[in-house]
T-cell receptor, first 114, second 115 residues
Framework: QKEVEQNSGPLSVPEGAIASLNCTYSDRGSQSFFWYRQYSGKSPELIMSIYSNGDKEDGRFTAQLNKASQYVSLLIRDSQPSDSATYLCAVSLLSGGGADGLTFGKGTHLIIQP | KAGVTQTPRYLIKTRGQQVTLSCSPISGHRSVSWYQQTPGQGLQFLFEYFSETQRNKGNFPGRFSGRQFSNSRSEMNVSTLELGDSALYLC??????????????FGSGTQLSVL
């Protein structure tokens, strides 16, 4: 049974600080890793994908992957109130966009305090 | 470019009925995936279609089925509805579903309530 675990939160971070979101997964065969952001009442939106060990940066977002530890993280620098949302970690067994069926964590609710 | 369109936005059904949900992918996208989202279980993969063929399937009972048409539009059907089927059903599309740099684009979902 593939599992993706996230702390449900809420995680409260002051505006301008770094928000750190963590995720662990159970299947060592996982190849692709994604972070989605979901605002309340809206659909998930992909913000980061990562496929190899190490860091991947995109603007204020950095995804980190450690396959040996089965651990994925997302750092949000200079957090803004507009970053307040639920962040979903997702993994796929294939090296692709995830159409083979993503396994999602239940999400971490992030609150950025002005 | 229009996004992923799901209809209807809301549905109310009673136990034992069946329901059909519709999804129109982004123009040019040929892969359509369906997910169920509930507060308790989160987002769970139902199935994925590509070129009118089901390529991948999640762990849901046979009451959940789908199909894809030649224009890539997809429908999802749930028969003999149960109270536990109340959920937000999300459709996602991508170009082929297999490329490393491909993205899944989600629709706004259909909120199904079973009474």
């Amino acid at each position: 049974q593939k599992e993706v675990e996230q702390n449900s939160g809420p995680l409260s971070v002051p505006e301008g600080a770094i928000a750190s979101l963590n995720c662990t997964y159970s299947d060592r065969g996982s190849q692709s890793f994604f972070w989605y952001r979901q605002y309340s009442g809206k659909s998930p939106e992909l913000i980061m994908s990562i496929y190899s060990n190490g860091d991947k940066e995109d603007g204020r977002f950095t995804a980190q992957l450690n396959k040996a530890s089965q651990y994925v993280s997302l750092l949000i620098r200079d957090s803004q109130p507009s970053d307040s949302a639920t962040y979903l970690c997702a993994v796929s067994l294939l090296s692709g966009g995830g159409a083979d069926g993503l396994t999602f964590g239940k999400g971490t609710h992030l609150i950025i305090q002005p | 470019k229009a996004g992923v369109t799901q209809t209807p936005r809301y549905l109310i059904k009673t136990r034992g009925q069946q329901v059909t949900l519709s999804c129109s992918p982004i123009s040019g996208h040929r892969s359509v995936s369906w997910y169920q989202q509930t507060p308790g279980q989160g987002l769970q993969f139902l199935f994925e279609y590509f070129s009118e063929t089901q390529r991948n399937k999640g762990n849901f009972p046979g009451r959940f089925s789908g199909r894809q048409f030649s224009n890539s539009r997809s429908e999802m059907n749930v028969s003999t509805l149960e109270l536990g089927d109340s959920a937000l059903y999300l459709c996602a599309s991508s170009y082929s579903g297999g490329g490393t740099n491909e993205k899944l684009f989600f629709g706004s979902g259909t909120q199904l309530s079973v009474l």
